[in-house]
């Protein structure tokens, strides 16, 4: 994978440099939010790990304003702040998930992983319920005719639900499935998530359902 780190700290910056090169991605450097959006226009990534304390701004404004943008490549927000309140910013900015410092090198690689995978199951295929439309192939979900804006990390959640046609997919192998490990923040993620795709869904919002000490199903029931 192409990978752009957006940090200004040494220490930390140079670290994911060196893990991600060892594990065999190619990354590159941002040191600023202004950096950061020349380097986006400029380039293709497959995955950003944003620091959401820069010199120059927010990494969640500058989440907010590249989702804003049209760019849809997967957004690891990595913050010293770990509270619930800022998770949920972070996501609802459109970042796809979101890792509190410190942590493990092994659980940013894992959540690297996870973030970079397309999915085989649906990647060519349409899925249509009432006015909600999924093309997997061009990665589009479609409300009443209109396009929503839909992170990596949504649409892997919906692509994991649609293939099990309705029926119900525990938390935690959807959680293993689109994060590639269940830990309680990637616990947190989920629901935030699934909050962030039912507003999007609109009045269709009733298709993502929760099943009762289960987990989610999409689809009638």
């Known amino acids: 994978m192409r990978i752009l780190i ?8 140079d670290l994911l440099v ?10 590159s450097v941002a040191l600023t939010c ?10 293709h990534f497959d995955l950003i790990v944003l620091d959401v304390m820069l010199p120059d701004g927010s990494g969640v404004d500058l989440c907010r304003s590249l989702r804003a943008q049209g760019v849809s490549t997967p957004v690891l927000l990595l913050t010293a702040r770990g509270e619930v309140g800022d998770r ?25 992983r996870a973030l970079g995978r397309r999915g085989p199951a649906l990647r060519n295929e349409i899925v249509t319920l009432g006015t909600v439309t999924l093309d997997f192939g061009r990665r589009q979900l479609v409300v009443q005719g209109e396009r929503m804006l839909i992170t990596a990390q949504e649409l892997a959640i919906l692509e994991v639900l649609a293939a099990h046609r309705s029926r119900p997919v525990s938390r935690d192998h959807l959680i293993e499935a689109v994060w590639g490990t269940v830990t309680r923040s990637t616990g947190n993620s989920l629901e935030v998530l699934v909050a962030r795709i039912r507003r999007k869904l609109g009045s269709s919002a009733s298709l993502l359902r929760t099943v009762r000490s289960v987990g989610y199903a999409f689809g009638e029931e």
């Open 6 to 13: 957006v940090d200004d700290d040494p220490p930390t910056r």
């Open 18 to 27: 060196r893990s991600f090169s060892r594990a065999g991605h190619r990354a």
């Open 34 to 43: 202004e950096e950061a959006e020349t380097v986006v226009a400029e380039d």
């Open 88 to 112: 949920v910013a972070g996501l609802d900015a459109g970042a796809d998930d979101y890792l509190a410092k410190p942590f493990a090198v092994s659980e940013v690689l894992a959540r690297a």
